[in-house]
């Protein structure tokens, strides 16, 4: 395991998709040293596009947990996603609003986190 110390910043790069194939996220952690740990996960229920990039929020702060970083960056190309849960844009639907809490609750344990939108 890497033990980043406190100052150092984690980016966490997330994404998610859903099709009628199936729905997955991907993440991509870059350490402050620069080393990279991927990670790709299946969601076996049905979940809508913006679902799935909440998932892979959710799956990006879990890893960041199990490396022990205390200060990270996600990056997701979402805008919905992100903007939401800066609090730009308001979640008005129900399965939306029990994501963004179960962010901010997740979350709460780092000494530092953002999120940014990235093309």
């Given at each position: 395991?890497?033990?980043?110390?406190?100052?150092?910043?984690?980016?966490?790069?997330?994404?998610?998709?859903?099709?009628?194939?199936?729905?997955?996220?991907?993440?991509?952690?870059?350490?402050?040293?620069?080393?990279?740990?991927?990670?790709?996960?299946r969601i076996d229920s049905r979940v809508t596009n913006n679902e799935a990039e909440y998932?892979?929020?959710?799956?990006?702060?879990?890893?960041?947990?199990?490396?022990?970083?205390?200060?990270?960056?996600?990056?997701?190309?979402?805008?919905?996603?992100?903007?939401?849960?800066?609090?730009v844009y308001e979640a008005k639907d129900d399965?939306?609003?029990?994501?963004?809490?179960?962010?901010?609750?997740?979350?709460?344990?780092?000494?530092?986190?953002?999120?940014?939108?990235?093309?």
């Open positions: 395991m890497i033990q980043p110390s406190e100052e150092e910043v984690w980016r966490v790069f997330v994404d998610g998709a859903s099709s009628l194939a199936g729905c997955g996220v991907g993440v991509v952690m870059i350490s402050p040293p620069g080393e990279k740990i991927k990670l790709a996960i998932e892979a929020v959710l799956a990006g702060i879990r890893a960041a947990r199990e490396v022990g970083a205390s200060r990270i960056i996600i990056y997701s190309d979402s805008q919905l996603v992100t903007q939401q849960i800066k609090g399965r939306m609003l029990k994501y963004l809490q179960l962010i901010k609750t997740r979350a709460e344990g780092f000494a530092d986190w953002s999120i940014e939108q990235i093309p």
